[in-house]
């Protein structure tokens, strides 16, 4: 079966800087387009990054533009989120997610997803 698994958060402090990564396994990886979400208690997940499946085509959140950077390595089966200068309000369980279209930012739109890996940012 097809399964996505997310590491690399963790607790950090503003100004820090993480690399996500997000390894797949059981479809053919260099196929998908895939995305980055996150989400915190009491909110809707909330679109991050996309990434087309050769790793050419990108799109950000305008809140994290400039800050975070998708990429991936289709030999690894492996799609990472770099996050730089982080703030307390990137604070949230991020999920990444594979997908038909870079395009897209709506969550239904991905087929398969992750379970998470939780960033804490403290001030």
């Known amino acids: 079966q097809v399964q996505l698994v997310e590491s690399g958060g963790g607790l950090v402090q503003a100004g820090a800087s993480l690399r996500l990564s997000c390894t797949a396994s059981?479809?053919?990886?260099?196929?998908?387009?895939m995305g980055w979400f996150r989400q915190t208690p009491g909110k809707e997940r909330e679109f991050v990054a996309s990434?087309?499946?050769?790793?050419?085509?990108?799109k950000y959140a305008d809140s994290v533009k400039g800050r975070f950077t998708i990429s991936r390595d289709n030999a690894k089966n492996t799609v990472y989120l770099q996050i730089n200068s982080l703030k307390p309000e990137d604070t949230a369980v991020y999920s990444c997610?594979?997908?038909?279209?870079?395009?897209?930012?709506?969550?239904?739109?991905?087929?398969?997803w992750g379970q998470g890996t939780q960033v804490t940012v403290s001030s």
């Open positions: 997610a594979a997908g038909p279209s870079y395009v897209y930012i709506q969550s239904p739109k991905y087929d398969y």
């Open positions: 059981g479809l053919t990886f260099s196929t998908y387009a």
């Open positions: 990434i087309n499946w050769s790793g050419r085509n990108t």
